[in-house]
């Protein structure tokens, strides 16, 4: 409750109307609406007629011409008004005012601020009026106002709140009771008038002092009433709040109920293991809550690690417009790239079906040539061996398209010495040469058929762009990506994606490429492999990217586009009797298969598929290329009959045939190559075509073919003993050997001795040495 403020006890003075009829007003103690009990004396004096008096005077007061009467009041004026008192009275109580009559007739006063303006105006009239009246109304005492004063705040106690707006709460107060009393209180002279407090001056104040200091006794235990009350109102709003919200708020002794404690109620026994037992129990549970909270802080301290950095990295980044941008303009370049590559691949492969079969009837044409000539000459030379059927005339017919094709063999060999002779090359055999010379109609042909597809393979790209069929500046748009942008070029896996997009601009470019020939362009010069090259570099020059996947994109183009043309080569077009063809086509493989180990560990299944139809190749080779006739001795003594001049080219093309294959060491496995070489072509041909030639030229024969194996099979400083499929050249060279020893021709022994040394037969060229008591060859062994 609010510290009220001190109220001080005004008399009221009432004024004259603005009638010509004076009347004189009353003096009233006290505020509006607040009445003063009177003395016995004064009730006396009111008896006898003194109210009768009082009230005609105020009828006639407010019935004057302007109907309402003006009323103001202040201590100063009552002060005033007590010297004008008849001094012949009795006693200063019984000038007194009933206040209870005003009560009882319900007068009503105007407000305060219109009986200032009445007032000053009517000022000089009511002088003469306030004395006639005050000659016959009785003043109360002060004992009678203090008497009326505790009665007004015993009164106003009632209230829960009082207002220290005056004005206000006087006009809300006389507006209430205007609406509550106007149906039982129908004059206004009935209704108590509200006013409010004017300035006061220095005697006014230090009148209220002075009667403050009488009051303070008095209201000691008024305001420890209201503070009392004021309390209570507090706590129950108080209660009434935590009501609400199910709290109770109470603190008294009666609403808190005590549990009694029950003694019949009986507890399991208790011991310090039990209590131990319990207390690891919590242990064990508060420690596993500890840990389950230390990895949800870790995951949260990660969390705001990874947060960190990505809002720097988002920060330090260039707007999300120009970024925007960027992946538009290369998704759009991306969709336009593959729209133009799946249009043209259809003529690309075209193209490539019609140069690889040009390549491939130029292939047969050779293999069937070569085989109808050999199958020509032997069946000639076999009848030639028939000594009964030499002799008759069956078989013209034969005869002269034989002859036609001899005619044909000995022509282009013809044209091969002579070029032989203009390039000084005179140690050449007959039957190394790979006969595969053309007509020249045949070739008039064959450059009109290439020369067709070489122009509509200019045409495919004549409406294209250059950045979408030029490998460069393709791979240009994605070093652009990758330096901009590296952490999505990683993530959308772009390196597993260019080998798909340069394979159909890779293969047209390779489809002038021909690995058979000698002069042919390497992979390593040819423009889409130095631009691969050169974004890998470009890719490994940031250190932070070393372990990155571009690397492998040459591994991949290479595996998706070369690989499988190089193998259609190799199984359809690749002559393995040809030593021309055979060195190139190595010479490529070895390129091909060393780049591809470099960026991949591990063998890829292209390189497999590859050197599989390789060995399928050679074994077909050797199955149908090879032939090496066997005739009786009379008829290969004479070292210039047809006989012996067809069985010693066909041995020299075996021979060439077996060095052929073995050039392919290092590229296919040793076990491999030493199966067909050594397995299938040198113990089931050459060396039974070694028995059946006799001749002094069978150690120069001999040593070729020494001189043809790898070194590496024989590097083991360790060997004694040579590998296990050369066992069988071994006895023929032994035997050789032996047969020379008996003729006393000491210089093939020695190149005997050095064939077994270089083969690492080492065991079998000492026991031959110390049998035949060789001992001036031994430094020849110590030599190795």
């Known amino acids: 409750m609010a510290h009220r403020p001190q109220r001080t006890f005004r008399q009221r003075r009432t004024d004259s109307s603005d009638s010509d009829s004076g009347q004189e007003p009353t003096a009233e103690p006290g505020v509006p609406g607040e009445q003063v009990a009177p003395g016995p004396a004064e009730e006396g004096m009111l008896s006898e007629g003194g109210c009768a008096e009082v009230a005609e005077r105020l009828r006639r007061a407010r019935g004057g011409g302007r109907g309402r009467g003006r009323v103001w009041a202040s201590s100063r004026r009552a002060a005033k008004a007590a010297p004008r008192l008849d001094p012949g009275s009795d006693a200063p109580e019984s000038r007194t005012v009933d206040l209870s009559t005003d009560r009882e007739d319900g007068i009503h006063h105007s407000s305060e601020s219109k009986d200032d303006q009445s007032s000053s105006s009517n000022s000089s009239s009511s002088l003469e009026e306030e004395e006639e009246f005050l000659s016959t109304v009785n003043v109360p005492d002060a004992a009678f106002i203090q008497a009326a ?74 305001e420890d009433e209201n503070q009392d009350i004021w309390e209570q109102q507090q706590m129950r709003k108080a209660v009434k709040i935590t009501e609400g919200r199910d709290i109770d708020l109470s603190y008294s002794s009666e609403s808190q109920t005590v549990k009694k404690f029950d003694v019949s109620i009986s507890f399991p026994p208790i011991n310090l293991e039990i209590i131990k037992k319990q207390l690891n129990n919590r242990l064990t549970l508060l420690q596993d809550t500890h840990r389950s909270h230390l990895r949800e802080y870790e995951k949260y301290v990660e969390d705001i690690k990874t947060s960190k950095s990505t809002i720097q990295n988002l920060e330090n980044s260039s707007s999300q417009a120009l970024n925007f941008k960027f992946y538009k ?18 003529s690309i492969q075209e193209i ?38 030499a002799s008759t005339n069956r078989g013209l017919d034969v005869d002269e398209k034989t002859q036609w094709i001899f005619e044909e063999i000995e022509s282009r060999r013809a044209q091969r010495r002579q070029a032989r002779a203009l390039s000084g090359n005179c140690t050449h055999q007959e039957g190394m040469s790979s006969d595969d010379e053309l007509s020249s109609a045949d070739t ?23 950045d979408f069929c030029n490998i460069q500046n393709i791979l240009l748009k994605f070093q652009q990506w990758r330096e901009k942008f590296p952490d999505s070029y990683y993530e959308a896996f772009i390196s597993l994606c260019i080998p798909k997009l340069l394979n159909p601009l890779i293969r047209f470019q390779l489809i002038d490429w021909n690995p058979l020939k000698f002069d042919s362009i390497g992979l390593k010069q040819m423009p889409w492999f130095t631009s691969i090259k050169e974004f890998i570099d470009s890719s490994m020059e940031d250190s932070k990217k070393k372990n990155s996947s571009d690397k492998k994109i040459l591994s991949a183009v290479i595996n998706k586009a070369v690989i499988p043309r190089l193998s259609d080569f190799v199984e359809f077009v690749w002559d393995p009797l040809s030593t021309s063809q055979t060195t190139s086509l190595i010479r490529q493989c070895k390129m091909i298969l060393e780049e591809h180990s470099t960026c991949e560990n591990e063998d890829s299944k292209g390189k497999q598929d590859l050197l599989k139809r390789i060995v399928l190749r050679m074994k077909k080779a050797i199955e149908d290329d090879v032939f090496i006739p066997l005739y009786p001795l009379s008829a290969t003594e004479n070292r210039t009959s047809p006989h012996a001049k067809f069985q010693e080219r066909q041995f020299w093309s075996g021979l060439k045939l077996f060095h052929n294959i073995l050039l392919w060491n290092g590229l296919i496995p040793e076990d491999t190559l030493q199966e067909l070489g050594l397995g299938k072509l040198l113990n089931r041909y050459l060396i039974v075509a070694l028995n059946a030639i006799p001749g002094p030229d069978v150690v120069k024969k001999c040593n070729q073919i020494a001189a043809y194996l790898p070194e590496e099979w024989f590097q083991n400083s360790a060997m004694r003993t040579s590998i296990p499929q050369l066992e069988n050249f071994i006895q023929f060279l032994l035997q050789s050997a032996h047969k020379l020893s008996r003729s006393e021709i000491r210089d093939e022994i020695k190149e005997i001795i050095i064939i077994l040394v270089k083969i690492k037969a080492l065991t079998q060229a000492e026991s031959f040495l110390e049998e035949y008591h060789l001992d001036h060859l031994k430094s020849v062994i110590k030599e190795v």
């Open 444 to 466: 008039i042909d064959f450059q009109k058929s290439r020369g067709d597809i070489l122009q509509n393979h200019k045409k495919i790209f004549e409406d294209v762009h250059d």
């Open 149 to 222: 004063y505790r009665k007004r705040e015993l009164a106003r106690a009632q209230e829960d709140y009082i207002s220290l707006d005056v004005k206000h709460v006087s006009n809300i107060s006389n507006m209430k009771k205007n609406s509550e009393g106007s149906e039982s209180e129908p004059d206004d002279h009935e209704n108590i008038i509200p006013f409010t407090p004017k300035p006061q001056t220095l005697r006014q104040r230090m009148a209220e002092e002075t009667t403050n200091r009488d009051e303070e006794t008095s209201e000691d235990s008024q």
């Open 329 to 346: 303009s290369m998704k759009i370049y991306v969709e336009n790239l593959i729209d133009c590559l799946n249009e043209k691949i259809i």
């Open 352 to 389: 490539e079906s019609a140069m690889h079969a040009l390549l491939l009837k130029q292939a047969m044409i050779f293999m069937k040539r070569r085989q109808d000539e050999l199958k020509h000459e032997a069946t000639y030379l076999q009848q030639l061996s028939r000594k009964a059927e």
